[in-house]
């Protein structure tokens, strides 16, 4: 292939942008702030799922406490119906007994489910304790990742602006290079990890760092200067500069 130097030259700033929108696309990619969003989210959903526990452990407990509650009515109504039936009095010895039998039955069934209630009360406040806390951490996830994402989106904006500038000012060079040339350093850049073409330095390719040296370096000594030469090592396209060393 053949192209004029000066396209060639074109090159090295082709390859300088591109490396530059590339470096600016990772940075987008692995922003701290994307990892910490992540992270983030992960505790959130954590806690989300606590806190759906706590509450059907709370809704169960309220379940409790009403059937407690209901239970002692009940047994008040019947202790009250009772102690009625023994003031107004008439009431057969036996009878008699076993009222009162009942009435101390009653006041210790009433005794027992006065604990269990005050348990379960004592159970909800501690589950109500938990809850809080755990709203009060989600609350702060909240905090942050609403500081998280504005930080993120600065980056994005700042990231995004430059991918725009540069990405105007990479078409502007391409136009500067020839079709065939420019689809032979695409086609390289893309097979050699973002890096289609390079300078030649002190003999050195800045591609693969390696010197040339020999036949190769010879070669490239007799090129034509419009002659597209290419690394024997990593194959990216030589572009020879003031500074190449020949
Ligand atoms: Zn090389």
Same mark, same amino acid.
């Given at each position: 292939?053949?192209?004029?130097?000066?396209?060639?030259?074109?090159?090295?700033?082709?390859?300088?942008?591109?490396?530059?929108?590339?470096?600016?696309?990772?940075?987008?990619?692995?922003?701290?702030?994307?990892?910490?969003?992540?992270?983030?989210?992960?505790?959130?959903?954590?806690?989300?799922?606590? !806190?759906?526990?706590?509450? $059907?452990?709370? @809704? +169960?407990?309220? #379940?409790?406490?009403? %059937?407690? /509650?209901?239970?002692?009515?009940?047994?008040?109504?019947r202790a009250?119906?009772d102690?009625?039936?023994?003031?107004?009095?008439?009431?057969?010895?036996?009878?008699?007994?076993g009222l009162q039998h009942e009435i101390a039955t009653l !006041?210790?069934?009433?005794? $027992?489910?006065? @604990? +269990?209630?005050? #348990?379960?009360?004592? %159970?909800? /406040?501690?589950?109500?304790?938990?809850?809080?806390?755990?709203?009060?951490?989600?609350?702060?996830?909240?905090?942050?990742?609403?500081?998280?994402?504005?930080?993120?989106?600065?980056?994005?904006?700042?990231?995004?602006?430059?991918?725009?500038?540069?990405?105007?000012?990479?078409?502007?060079?391409?136009?500067?290079?020839?079709?065939?040339?420019?689809?032979?350093?695409?086609?390289?850049?893309?097979?050699?990890?973002?890096?289609?073409?390079?300078?030649?330095?002190?003999?050195?390719?800045?591609?693969?760092?390696?010197?040339?040296?020999?036949?190769?370096?010879?070669?490239?000594?007799?090129?034509?200067?419009?002659?597209?030469?290419?690394?024997?090592?990593?194959?990216?396209?030589?572009?020879?500069?003031?500074?190449?060393?020949?």
């Open positions: 292939m053949k192209a004029d130097p000066s396209a060639q030259l074109r090159l090295l700033d082709l390859q300088a942008a591109d490396t530059e929108l590339a470096q600016l696309l990772h940075r987008r990619r692995h922003l701290p702030e994307l990892a910490a969003i992540a992270a983030s989210d992960e505790q959130t959903a954590l806690l989300r799922g606590e !806190a759906l526990e706590l509450q $059907t452990q709370l @809704d +169960d407990i309220a #379940d409790d406490q009403r %059937r407690f /509650e209901r239970e002692i009515d009940t047994v008040q109504t009250k119906r102690d009625q039936r023994l003031t107004s009095g008439g009431l057969p010895s036996k009878e008699l007994e !006041a210790r069934r009433q005794s $027992t489910l006065e @604990d +269990d209630l005050l #348990d379960v009360m004592q %159970r909800r /406040e501690n589950l109500d304790a938990e809850l809080a806390t755990i709203v009060q951490k989600q609350e702060s996830f909240a905090t942050d990742r609403t500081e998280l994402d504005a930080t993120r989106d600065g980056h994005f904006a700042e990231i995004d602006a430059n991918t725009t500038r540069r990405a105007a000012e990479r078409a502007e060079i391409a136009g500067d290079v020839p079709a065939d040339l420019l689809a032979l350093y695409d086609k390289i850049r893309a097979a050699s990890g973002g890096v289609g073409a390079a300078a030649l330095r002190h003999r050195r390719c800045e591609g693969c760092h390696l010197e040339l040296a020999g036949s190769e370096l010879n070669s490239v000594r007799v090129a034509a200067p419009d002659a597209v030469v290419r690394c024997e090592n990593c194959r990216r396209i030589l572009v020879r500069t003031a500074e190449s060393g020949l």
